[in-house]
């Protein structure tokens, strides 16, 4: 686990992790999501409050699954909220 992520299921174009920073936590889900899907690369992004589910889907040309597991887990990124 990275900066309190956990990868439940991947392809090659999409990763599932779990994020504690978004659970119960509607703000902080709306703003991770807002800020991932203006990056270039990312097509889309979910954030699910109930069971701090996230998923993104992106462009593997660009990024690969432990770069997506690492731009998430940037105090940054989890930090914008």
Same mark, same amino acid.
């Given at each position: ?9 991947s392809?090659?174009?999409? +990763?599932?992790? *779990? ?6 936590? &509607? ?7 807002? !800020? ?17 589910? +996230?998923?993104? *889907?992106?462009?593997?040309?660009v990024?690969? &699954? ?7 887990? !940037? ?7």
């Amino acid at each position: 686990m990275l900066s309190g992520i956990r990868v439940k299921h991947s392809l090659p174009h999409r +990763v599932r992790f *779990r994020m504690s920073s978004v659970r119960h936590n &509607e703000t902080a889900a709306r703003s991770l999501e807002k !800020r991932a899907e203006g990056m270039d690369g990312i097509l889309w992004v979910r954030a699910n409050t109930k069971c701090a589910g +996230v998923v993104v *889907r992106f462009d593997p040309r660009v990024y690969s &699954e432990n770069e997506i597991i690492d731009i998430f887990s !940037r105090p940054a990124v989890q930090g914008a909220f």
